[in-house]
């Protein structure tokens, strides 16, 4: 498995980082927000490649470049008819059908479906993905994606402290967790490079990726927090860092 990390930034505070994207083996988008598509750009990525968009919640760091990647797909017109798959929280349908309002006289040309994601194992192409709730916001999810060759990527979304995610990392090959938080000054909606660790360390994972730090966290030494409490591999995201496994 490929993980292309095209932003592990956030929206609180400029770190010069894109927010909330990530692209598996070149196909499968998890999570769409500010600076994603330019980052697909930079890094020389066909949208056409990529039929699958996975979506942890509808915060704004997470989906905003939904709507340019949809645009750029209906410019090439040999690809409105290809089929995009989004899938996401209980309510995807709903949301969707709101945010594509003041758009729907192009939207409407473009094949998409839509698939509201619970807990039973889901088929996304030939990978399956499983998700539980975060508690980040009322229908948040993390999600386990594997491949057929049974690699398995955990990624977190946004949330605090929560056994859900111990349970569905549990013996991945990456976990790229939420460590948006410095240790003085916790909040219940995310985690911290600490308590990313310590996740990761409960679930068995064999590598974790630190993402989604707020500007406070950079100006720390997180990985070393991390390590306290990890003994597997760890990597701090930054934008344009590619991982196989
Ligand atoms: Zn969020
Ligand atoms: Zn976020």
């Given amino acids: 498995m490929q993980v292309r990390v095209l932003g592990c930034g956030t929206i609180a505070g400029r770190t ?3 927010c909330s994207g990530y692209l598996i083996d070149e196909q499968i988008l998890l999570d769409c927000g500010p600076g994603i598509w330019s980052a697909l750009y930079s890094a020389e990525q066909p949208l056409k490649q990529i039929n699958h968009i996975l979506l942890s919640h509808f915060h704004v760091d997470h989906i905003s470049d939904l709507i340019p990647f949809l645009w750029e797909r209906w410019v090439f017109e040999d690809e409105r008819e290809s089929l995009l798959s989004i899938y996401g929280p209980v309510g995807l349908n ?24 619970g807990n039973k194992k889901t088929e996304v192409g030939l990978y399956t993905v499983e998700t539980r709730s ?3 916001t009322t229908n948040s999810i993390c999600l386990k994606l594997s491949d057929p060759r049974d690699k398995s990527l955990f990624y977190s979304g946004d949330s ?6 111990i349970e569905l990392a549990a013996k991945c090959d990456l976990a790229i967790i939420d460590s948006a938080n410095s240790s003085e000054n916790k909040t ?7 308590l990313a660790a310590r996740i990761a360390s ?14 406070e966290v950079w100006d720390t030494d997180p990985a070393e927090e991390a390590a306290r409490h990890f003994n597997g591999e760890i990597l701090l995201a930054r934008d344009r860092l590619v991982v196989f496994f």
């Fill in 160 to 165: 605090g402290w929560n056994e859900n995610l």
């Fill in 188 to 194: 219940e909606d995310h985690l911290t490079p600490e």
């Fill in 134 to 136: 975060t508690g980040h």
């Fill in 94 to 117: 709903s949301w969707f059908e709101k945010m594509i309002i003041p758009h729907h006289d192009w939207i409407k040309d473009l094949a998409i479906s839509l698939h509201e994601l």
């Fill in 202 to 215: 409960s679930a068995g994972a064999k590598r974790l990726m630190l993402t989604h730090l707020y500007p």
């Fill in 16 to 18: 010069g980082r894109n």
